[in-house]
């Protein structure tokens, strides 16, 4: 994956800069995008697949290339995309840690909810800030860490 600046508008202490986005799969497939950064929102202007992105795919866009982008928005000086330092942080969603620390999290949200009878997935999505399926991949990690029993009887 790999992102850089297309042009940047300043007026008054305010900017809006435009990245390109390229993702590149080894399978051939590519997806090209134009992200928008200003005012502290991210929004994408044009996105272009080959092949043709699904709907699920589609939704998780912005998972793949959230990352990347506020690290390319943050090597620019934008100050929309510098949120922290201003108090308003740049993301909707908590931080949340990497590594075996955000497994561990993960698991102690799990089994906190199993014990008082709520979705577990549900929790982990409420902490975490992230979608089902991302949720459910983190499970599935703090699971292969250890953290959490195996889903399934293994024969």
Do not use: N
Not at 23 to 45: N, Q
């Amino acid at each position: 994956m790999s992102v850089w600046p297309a042009w940047e508008v300043r007026e008054g202490g305010d900017s809006t800069a435009w990245f390109q986005v390229r993702l590149a799969f080894t399978d051939g497939a590519r997806v090209d995008a134009l992200a928008v950064v200003g005012g502290g929102c991210v929004s994408l202007e044009d996105v272009r697949a080959q092949p043709a992105l699904s709907l699920d795919d589609l939704a998780v866009l912005a998972e793949w290339i959230e990352e990347p982008l506020f690290e390319a928005c943050g090597a620019t000086g934008d100050p929309g995309a510098e949120g922290e330092e201003s108090g308003s942080g740049r993301r909707a969603r908590p931080s949340w840690p990497r590594g075996i620390e955000g497994r561990w999290l993960v698991a102690q949200e799990y089994r906190a909810a199993q014990e008082e009878g709520v979705d577990p997935v549900l929790a982990v999505m409420c902490a975490t800030g992230h979608s089902r399926r991302k949720s459910l991949r983190m499970i599935s990690q703090a699971r292969d860490a250890g953290f959490l029993t195996p889903r399934h009887a293994r024969r």
